[in-house]
């Protein structure tokens, strides 16, 4: 699983643990529930490879945490 699909899954997971829909999602953000829909499921917005290229050369991965739970 490439880091695009780690990273969607775990926007997934947290909008379950939250109850949050990508319609309640997108209402918040002030965008079309479809613009959401395209984010969560990979149509739309891909990270870089040259971002991936660079991580995995410095052995570094992105990680993704509450931010009530950042360093």
């Known amino acids: 699983m ?4 780690k990273l969607r899954r775990q926007l997934r997971a947290e909008m379950a643990r939250q109850g949050v829909t990508q319609a309640e999602l997108a ?6 529930p479809p613009t959401v829909a395209q984010v ?3 149509r739309r917005g ?3 490879s040259s971002l991936v290229s660079i991580l995995d050369e410095l052995g570094l991965t992105l990680t993704v945490c509450p931010k009530d739970e950042q360093p």
């Open 40 to 42: 969560v499921t990979g």
């Open 46 to 48: 891909h990270i870089p």
């Open 2 to 5: 490439d880091l695009d699909q």
């Open 27 to 32: 209402r918040r953000l002030g965008v079309q």
